[in-house]
C-alpha cells in the first residue's frame, strides 16, 4: 500500500533589503503579503512543478529554472536524495519589484518540502538552500532576502561560507511604508551599474553606519536607526534606474520620514516611520510622485514581521 502524499502549503513573506548601508548583508521580513507554494511527496525521485499562478505566466515551469524547483532540488541532493517532490507556486509578489519576489518561492518551496518530506531541517539550513535559487534568478547567491523570508525580523548576514546568520531587535513603533512603481529593474541590471571600486574614506562612512544601524536597532532608537539608514556607495547609482525615485525621496523626507532607500535592486521604495499614520501619509506621497513621473504602481503600509510558516497540512 503507497505512502499517503496530503498537499503542505507554506507561505514566505515579502522582504525589504540593504537598508542603506546594508548592501547585501542587511533585511527586513514584512509582514503582510509573500508567495505560497503547496508541496507533497512524489511517487518518483525528483523536483516536479505542477502549477505556477500569479505571474502572468513569466515565470518557467521547469525545475530546474524556477527558482522553486531549483531550491527543492538541492535540498533533495543534499538530504533525501532519493526522495521526490510536487510543487505549486502562488505568486502573490510582483516580479522584479525588489521585495524578494524570487527568494520568497523558494522559502515558502522549501518549507512546505521539508514539512513533507518530514526532515526538519534547522532555518540556516533552509537559508542556504534557498540562496541556490537566488543564484538561478540573479546570478549571484545573495542571502539578504531568503535569510529574513526563512527567519522573520530583521536579520544581518557578516558571513557566508560558512553561512551565519544574526537576528537583530525590531522595534515595536516602527512602520513601513513599501511602495512599488510601474516599471521593472531587474538585479542584473541594478548590479551591472555598480563601481567596482569605492573610495576608502566612503567605504570607512558606510560601515561606520551600518554600525550605527545594528545600534539603533538594539536600544530602539528610531531617530538613529533614520540617521543610520544613508547610503552614498549604491543608491546613487540605482537611483537613475528608476524614475521619479529622488524626488519621492525629497518629498518624504521633506514630510517627515524617519529615512526613504531603494528595497533591494528596486524599483520598490520604502520610508520609515513611527506611526502607522504618518507612513499612510507618507505612502501617499510615495503614490503621487511615482504618479507624477508617470510610473504609478501600487504600495501598503506594513510592519516588521515573521518568517516562512506552515499555514495548513494536510491538504488532499
Known sequence: MSRPRPWIEAFAPATVSNLGPGFDCLGLAL??????VRARRAEGPGVTIVKVEGDGGKLPRTADKNTAGVAV???????????????????????????????ASACAALVAADAALGLGLQPTQLVD???EGERVACGAAHPDNVAPAILGGVVLI??????????LPSPADLW??????????STAEARAVLPAQVPLQATVQQASRLGLLVH??????????????????????????????????????????????????????????GSRG????????????????G???SGLVDQVGPGARVVSTLLH
Do not use: M, N, W
Not at 31 to 36: E, H, L, N, Q, T
Open 216 to 273: 539603533a536597532l538594539h536600544v530602539g532608537d528610531l531617530a538613529l536607526l533614520g540617521e543610520a539608514i544613508v547610503d552614498e556607495l549604491v543608491e546613487p547609482c540605482r537611483a537613475g534606474l528608476i524614475p521619479g525615485y529622488l524626488e519621492a525621496k525629497a518629498a518624504c523626507c521633506e514630510a517627515g520620514a524617519l529615512a526613504c532607500s531603494i528595497s533591494g535592486s528596486g524599483p520598490t521604495t520604502f520610508a520609515l516611520a
Open 31 to 36: 509582514r503582510g503579503p509573500g508567495d505560497r
Open 158 to 167: 557578516p558571513q557566508l561560507d560558512p553561512l551565519r546568520l544574526i537576528a
Open 295 to 297: 510610473v504609478p504602481g
Open 176 to 185: 513601513l511604508a513599501v511602495y512599488t512603481p510601474g516599471c521593472s529593474v
Open 73 to 103: 532540488a538541492e535540498l533533495l541532493r543534499r538530504y533525501a536524495p532519493d526522495a521526490g517532490v510536487e510543487l505549486e507556486v502562488h505568486k502573490g509578489l510582483p516580479l522584479g519589484s525588489g521585495l524578494g519576489s524570487s527568494g
Open 278 to 293: 504618518r507612513a499612510e501619509a507618507l505612502l501617499g506621497i510615495l503614490e503621487e510622485s511615482f504618479t507624477h513621473a
Open 129 to 131: 538552500l534557498a540562496r
